[in-house]
């Protein structure tokens, strides 16, 4: 495996550009280097239907579902599909390229992986499948601070990985947590802001899904009418790796995966501020990226406060359901920061349309969950790679058909 960019590497990438463009001329078909029991999976789509049929009611419903009625998660979609394309023809695009630089680093596309916790209870070793496929491929791959192996492992695995943290309530755990993350020697610092509180997830409480899980008779038949996930997963993991449990949400070790009493601390969010943040940015010497901004007003203060970037996110629809979908609000955050912040964004995302939507609405670059995690569980390592490849195809079709040969030149005019 390669080492990530780093910023004394980062220079052109004409060997992604000559691959992409030969993709784009073959004939259509399934590529030979995807393992077999992959290639009928064509579209992100393809993946989540996989997966219902291969992970336990409780798991798949935990990833698919969002709060309440889900109706920031419908949004989301449907604020990509009512944007409509305007291409120019006759553009010599024989060399496009989608490498897209950020934070010194240049990665190969536009989009990367978003954080989803309990990565390794949905797909054997999950953390590290995403993570090493992401640097595989030249793209990020956030890790979330509700992942079940320890962030040193992950790092070590793949030192390209950004960690996303969840703050404690407590200041003395805040600063534990963030030199924990610091010694590990992760460059980028996601904080996700949104989650003062739980949601209300009432899909949650339907499927049997809980944090820590909870043994009951319901929970084992779930995991019993999924034979492959059981041995594949499950028991693969208790054999070799033990009992699951929260590594990352505090410097120390956290709760066990599945217990009938542990309970998980997540008390004192609620009175966290932009000043904990400001004195997260007086210790974290990395990259400082805040994720959850949805207010013009949000997005200013991050960048007062000396954030290197946002992502512009309502945390595909699971926090406040009926939340503005990112993509309306994107342009006037864009407008309002300028070039003081990297504007990133997540939620909806689905195609290579999507990607190219969001850049030409002035995100620098799109970050994508669910599908990616939906990769991993039905296919690890090879799953989430086979994903990024058919999504890097998918940008890169649409913007020869666009009549762009780089993603700067993927503006507003592209867009009727």
């Not at 992942?147 to 793949?158: G, Y």
């Amino acid at each position: 495996m390669e080492d990530h960019l780093g910023a004394a590497d980062v220079q052109p990438l004409p060997l992604v550009a000559q691959k992409s463009a030969q993709k784009s001329q073959a004939a259509y078909g399934v590529k030979q280097d995807v393992p077999a029991r992959l290639r009928k999976i064509l579209s992100l789509a393809d993946f989540e239907a996989a997966a219902r049929g291969f992970l336990p009611r409780p798991l798949y419903g935990y990833i698919s579902g969002a709060a309440e009625d889900e109706l920031s998660l419908a949004a989301n979609r449907s604020a990509f599909e009512r944007l409509k394309f305007r291409p120019k023809v006759l553009v010599d695009v024989a060399r496009r390229s989608q490498a897209t630089t950020i934070f010194g680093h240049t990665y190969a596309s536009p989009f990367g992986i978003a954080p989803v916790g309990i990565s390794a209870i949905s797909a054997y070793r999950g953390d590290i499948a995403l993570a090493q496929a992401a640097q595989g491929e030249q793209i990020p791959a956030i890790m979330s601070g509700t992942s079940l192996i320890p962030m040193e492992t992950v790092r070590a695995a793949a030192p390209g990985t950004w960690f996303q943290a969840y703050l404690p309530g407590d200041a003395a755990r805040r600063d534990a947590l963030i030199e924990r993350v610091q010694a590990a020697g992760f460059a980028t610092l996601v904080v996700t802001v949104d989650i003062p509180v739980w949601a209300n997830r009432e899909n949650n409480v339907r499927t049997g899904f809980s944090l820590p899980l909870r043994p009951s008779l319901r929970l084992a038949m779930d995991g019993l009418a999924r034979p492959r996930w059981l041995c594949g997963t499950f028991l693969r993991t208790l054999v070799q790796h033990g009992m699951p449990h929260f590594e990352n949400s505090f410097a120390t070790r956290g709760a066990p995966m599945l217990s009938a009493s542990a309970i998980r601390d997540t008390t004192g969010r609620d009175h966290l501020s932009w000043e904990d943040i400001a004195r997260i940015r007086e210790r974290w010497s990395g990259n400082l990226v805040i994720k959850g901004i949805l207010h013009v007003d949000d997005a200013r203060r991050a960048a007062s406060i000396g954030a290197d970037g946002i992502i512009v996110s309502n945390h595909g629809g699971r926090q406040l359901d009926g939340a503005v979908e990112p993509l309306q609000v994107l342009p006037e955050i864009c407008a309002a920061v300028g070039d003081d912040l990297v504007v990133m964004m997540d939620s909806g995302v689905r195609r290579g349309a999507d990607v190219l939507k969001a850049l030409a609405l002035g995100a620098r670059f799109v970050f994508v969950g669910r599908p990616f995690m939906y990769a991993a569980a039905v296919g690890g390592e090879a799953g989430v790679r086979h994903a990024i490849g058919l999504l890097r195809d998918e940008v890169d079709r649409n913007m020869a058909m666009l009549g762009a040969r780089s993603v700067e030149e993927v503006t507003r005019d592209v867009l009727a």
